[in-house]
């Protein structure tokens, strides 16, 4: 699976082997010392944190914003309430 960072794909497979080797090799059958994987998972993590949109969902709304002069409210905000006759 790729990351959620294109920029990031080859770090996340580069973990994802040292993982599943690790769990296959190692976990399963009871050893558990230490964390190999550990400098390779702050690796990735700091490129995804660096290089990844933080919010994509946000970032496209903002995109499609852009020249549509749409607004957009956040979900549960809807104004005042307007009183009943």
């Known amino acids: 699976m790729n990351s959620v960072g294109e920029?990031?794909?080859e770090?996340?497979?580069?973990?994802?082997?040292c993982f599943n080797r690790w769990f296959a090799e190692k976990?399963?059958?009871?050893?558990?010392?230490?964390?190999?994987?550990?400098?390779?998972?702050?690796?990735?993590?700091l490129c995804v944190q660096v290089r990844a949109p933080r919010n994509r969902?946000?970032?496209?709304?903002?995109?499609?914003?852009?020249?549509?002069?749409?607004?957009?409210?956040?979900a549960g905000v809807h104004g005042p309430k307007q009183r009943e006759s």
């Open 11 to 17: 770090l996340k497979r580069e973990y994802d082997q």
């Open 7 to 9: 920029a990031c794909t």
């Open 57 to 74: 969902r946000l970032h496209r709304l903002q995109q499609s914003d852009q020249g549509e002069g749409h607004t957009h409210r956040r």
């Open 27 to 45: 976990f399963l059958k009871g050893e558990n010392d230490g964390d190999p994987c550990g400098q390779l998972f702050k690796r990735y993590q």
